[in-house]
């Protein structure tokens, strides 16, 4: 059975910072790009930040420069540092693992709420 666990999610003031954990289990985690997406109230999911399989990254424009993605393949692990940060950054974060171009496993999302 495969299980996307985030963690990390929480309440920060603005210029804050969060670091948000990702634990995959049931399945062959170092095969697989992972990312992380967002939704905001009203608003549909987006990409925030993905790495491959062989740990290139990509980010969302407005996140560039602030959010760094990594990954643990020995402990199947994936965390998005989030540095100074936005009260437009508040949102679920998902974790995701893409399998396939038909074929993905979410995670249940961890809220980050940026706030004075």
């Known amino acids: 059975q495969v299980q996307l666990v985030e963690s990390g999610g929480g309440l920060v003031q603005p210029g804050g910072s969060l670091r948000l954990s990702c634990a995959a289990s049931?399945?062959?985690?170092?095969?697989?790009?992972m990312g992380w997406y967002r939704q905001a109230p009203g608003k549909q999911r987006e990409l925030v930040a993905d790495i491959t399989a062989g740990g290139n990254t990509n980010y969302a424009d407005s996140v560039k420069d602030r959010f760094t993605i990594s990954r643990d393949n020995n402990n199947k692990m994936v965390y998005l540092q989030m540095n100074s940060l936005k009260p437009e950054d508040t949102a679920v974060y998902y974790c995701k693992a893409t399998i396939s171009k038909t074929s993905a496993y979410w995670g249940q999302g961890t809220q980050v709420t940026v706030s004075s």
């Open positions: 049931g399945i062959f985690f170092r095969l697989y790009p």
